[in-house]
């Protein structure tokens, strides 16, 4: 998805669904399933509920997104 097309947000980890997989709510109320790449995966390891995280999301699918940042660790995830 690395383009000019897709959007950056912000958001928090609502909830652990799997091992790569997460539930993430946005300032909005909003909530969309976020995933990490697998290569990331050892890295993620340590996100929790409540973690501040920013999400890269297609314009064209609002409902789920990739996890590239957690700012709790002010550790990019590539």
Same mark, same amino acid.
């Given at each position: 998805?690395?383009? $000019?097309?897709?959007?950056?947000? $912000?958001?928090? =980890? %609502?909830?652990?669904?799997? *091992? ?5 709510? @946005?300032?909005?109320?909003? /909530?969309?399933? %976020? ?7 050892? $890295? ?8 501040? =995280?920013?999400? /890269? @999301?297609?314009?064209?699918? @609002?409902? !789920?997104?990739? =996890?590239?940042?957690?700012?709790? /660790? /002010? !550790? *990019?995830? !590539?």
């Amino acid at each position: 998805m690395q383009n $000019e097309d897709s959007i950056s947000v $912000e958001a928090s =980890i %609502a909830q652990v669904l799997g *091992t790569c997989l997460y539930a993430a709510r @946005m300032a909005n109320g909003h /909530e969309v399933v %976020a995933h990490v790449r697998r290569c990331d995966a050892v $890295e993620a390891a340590g996100l929790q509920v409540g973690h501040g =995280i920013r999400l /890269e @999301m297609s314009p064209f699918d @609002m409902s !789920k997104g990739r =996890i590239l940042f957690n700012k709790n /660790e /002010e !550790k *990019t995830l !590539k």
